[in-house]
Nanobody, 123 residues
Framework: VQLQASGGGLVQAGGSLRLSCVAS????????MSWFRQAPGTERDVVAS????????HYADSVRGRFTISRDNAKNTVSLQMNSLKPEDTAVYYC?????????????????WGKGTLVTVSS
């Protein structure tokens, strides 16, 4: 599975961005899909995950209520709608695929990573 993320950029605090990730390869609909982020000097942490069917999601406490993850298995895509952005959301965001039926995943369990896309939120 190859993952290609897009949609990052510079936005003012309070604004919105939408990240998208397109997967190539087989069996996209068997993977839990996630977005992680990593700011300079910090670990790569999960932001949001969605299970294979799209019916179960998980969010980090810091983004719950502001971010929404979704997937379209027919198009092999996963998206992250980010609203009410804060400067502390500034990071490189990574799309990830994990071969599991669980929704909650950790970085050390991810099977495939996409290249990151930078999100910068100015105050």
């Amino acid at each position: 599975v190859q993952l290609q993320a897009s949609g990052g950029g510079l936005v003012q605090a309070g604004g919105s961005l939408r990240l998208s990730c397109v997967a190539s390869g087989r069996d996209f609909d068997t993977y839990t899909m996630s977005w992680f982020r990593q700011a300079p000097g910090t670990e790569r942490d999960v932001v949001a995950s969605i299970n294979w069917s799209g019916f179960d999601t998980h969010y980090a406490d810091s983004v719950r209520g502001r971010f929404t993850i979704s997937r379209d298995n027919a198009k092999n895509t996963v998206s992250l709608q980010m609203n009410s952005l804060k400067p502390e959301d500034t990071a490189v965001y990574y799309c990830a695929a994990t071969n599991t039926f669980r929704t909650v995943v950790a970085a050390n369990g991810v099977n495939y990573w996409g290249k990151g896309t930078l999100v910068t939120v100015s105050s």
